[in-house]
C-alpha cells in the first residue's frame, strides 16, 4: 500500500498544485501518492494558475496535467497525511473532521521548517510573479524535510 499524502488550499490552483508537484519530484511514485485539492470549489476542473505552471517549470516541475478538485470528508479516510498551506484551510478542514484521529492528521505545511508556529503559506493569487517564487521556495524547502522524515527507515 503507497503512503498518499494530500496538499490542501483554497483554490488547488495556486499552492497546493505546487506542493502536490514538488512532493512528487522527491518521492519514489511506487510507494508515494500525493494529490491536492481546495477548501472551495471555485475552481472545480480549472488547471493550475499559468504563475503556478510557469515558476514549477522554471525548476523543472510539470504541474499541467492537474485539475483541480474540492476537499471531501471521505479524504481523512483515505489520506495518511494532510498538509495545509494556511490557518484558514487548517481551520476549513479541521471543522470536517469527526474525530481526533482525523484532526490529528492535518498539519501546517510550514510547521516542517518551523515547527509548531503555523506560519502561512501566503496566497499569492493577488499579486504578481514574485509572490509565485517565493511560494515556490517555501513549499520547495517544507517539502525537502517531508521527504526526508518520511524516507527514514522505520
Ligand atoms: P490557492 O490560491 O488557494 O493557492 O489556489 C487562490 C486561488 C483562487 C482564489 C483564492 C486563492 N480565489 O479566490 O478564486
Redesign the pocket.
Known amino acids: 500500500m503507497k503512503v498518499k499524502i494530500l496538499m490542501v488550499?483554497?483554490?488547488?490552483?495556486?499552492?497546493?498544485?505546487l506542493a502536490e508537484g514538488i512532493l512528487q519530484s522527491k518521492l519514489d511514485p511506487r510507494y508515494y501518492s500525493i494529490k491536492s485539492c481546495?477548501t472551495?470549489s471555485?475552481?472545480i476542473g480549472s488547471k493550475p494558475?499559468k504563475r503556478?505552471i510557469d515558476i514549477a517549470k522554471q525548476y523543472g516541475i510539470d504541474i499541467t496535467n492537474q485539475r483541480?478538485t474540492q476537499f471531501k470528508v471521505s479524504d481523512f479516510t483515505t489520506y495518511d497525511y494532510i498538509y495545509v498551506?494556511d490557518s484558514s484551510?487548517y481551520q476549513n478542514i479541521i471543522d470536517l473532521a469527526n474525530n481526533d484521529y482525523e484532526k490529528n492528521k492535518v498539519k501546517h505545511i510550514l510547521n516542517e521548517l518551523h515547527p509548531d508556529s503555523n506560519f502561512d503559506?501566503p496566497?499569492?493569487?493577488?499579486g504578481g510573479k514574485q509572490g509565485f517564487d517565493d511560494?515556490f521556495q517555501m513549499i520547495n524547502k517544507a517539502c525537502d524535510n517531508i521527504a526526508l522524515k518520511l524516507n527514514k527507515p522505520a
Do not use: E, K
Not at 123 to 126: A, G, L, Q, R, V
Open positions: 488550499c483554497l483554490g488547488n490552483i495556486c499552492r497546493s498544485p481546495g472551495s471555485y475552481h494558475d503556478s483541480a498551506m484551510n503559506v496566497d499569492p493569487y493577488y511560494v
